[in-house]
């Protein structure tokens, strides 16, 4: 399966610099984190995901708004998430879910910031929706 084709993305700003691959577990919830100079990119390879985008960005019309994205198995897609936005998911179904990411950085620290995924503060509904 061709993903992405690098120079598409120079095409509309994005220049690689880092491509990892993560295996999860159904019922496992990763979230949130968010960068604040890093751009990332989703790919869901395989299984099913409810990815979660929290917009904590100064300024931006959608601040303090949630989205959530489903994706199913064998329907790849790519999703910009822009610095500022804290993102995550959690795996549905049964089966184990792949999940692509395309980075504009190599990985820093530095610029890794966390929101537990269950912080009465956010008050994000995780057992509403499923697809």
Same mark, same amino acid.
């Given at each position: 399966?061709?993903? /992405? ?8 700003? @994005? ?6 691959? %993560?295996?999860?577990?159904?019922? /496992? #919830?990763?979230? @949130? ?5 890093? #751009?990332?990119? @989703? ?18 019309? #959608?601040?303090?708004?949630?989205? %959530? =994205? ?10 910009? =998430?822009?610095?500022? /936005?804290?993102?995550?998911?959690? /795996?549905?179904?049964? #089966? ?13 620290? %530095? &610029? ?14 995780? &057992?509403?929706? %499923?697809?």
């Amino acid at each position: 399966m061709e993903v /992405v084709r690098v120079a598409d993305l120079g095409k509309r700003g @994005f220049s690689p610099a880092q491509v990892s691959v %993560s295996e999860t577990v159904p019922g /496992v #919830t990763k979230a @949130f984190h968010f960068h604040l100079r890093q #751009t990332d990119l @989703f790919c869901p390879l395989a299984g099913r995901f409810r990815i979660v985008l929290l917009d904590g960005r100064e300024g931006s019309a #959608t601040r303090g708004e949630a989205l %959530s =994205i489903y994706s199913q198995g064998g329907r790849p897609f790519i999703l910009r =998430i822009p610095p500022g /936005v804290a993102h995550g998911y959690r /795996v549905l179904g049964d #089966t184990p879910a792949s999940m692509l990411y395309i980075m504009d950085r190599e990985y820093d620290p %530095s &610029d890794e910031h966390r929101v537990e995924w269950d912080d009465p503060a956010v008050g994000f509904p995780w &057992d509403e929706g %499923s697809l």
